[in-house]
């Protein structure tokens, strides 16, 4: 009965153990990564760990849309976008 109880007692600990580590490797390489990246104003990726700045589609192509004209084809075109991707 003693042996029983003392190997019981190893099995708790051995698995208290692993279980603490988990926590830690999560903590360090997840989440604190991630708060700290999202207090920056960036997107954080937790599938890859990777911290990105989100970038405007004017920054890519370009395109400023100054002036109401643009503004105003720019919004219906979204709404025909949005109203075919319904369908």
């Known amino acids: 009965m003693n042996r029983?109880?003392?190997?019981?007692?190893?099995?708790?600990v051995g698995v208290f153990a692993l279980s603490l580590v988990g926590v830690v490797v999560y903590q360090v390489g997840?989440?604190?990564?991630?708060?700290a990246c999202e207090a920056r104003g960036d997107w954080w990726d937790w599938r890859g760990r990777t911290c990105a700045r989100p970038v405007l589609i004017s920054d890519i192509t370009g395109r400023v849309l100054d002036t109401p004209e643009q503004r105003k084809a720019a919004k219906?075109?979204?709404?025909?976008?949005?109203?075919?991707?319904v369908k």
């Not at 997840?30 to 708060?35: F, I, K, L, V």
């Not at 025909?80 to 991707?85: C, G, I, L, M, N």
């Open 76 to 85: 219906e075109h979204a709404a025909k976008v949005r109203a075919a991707a």
């Open 4 to 12: 029983t109880i003392k190997r019981l007692m190893l099995i708790f």
């Open 30 to 35: 997840w989440a604190m990564p991630g708060q």
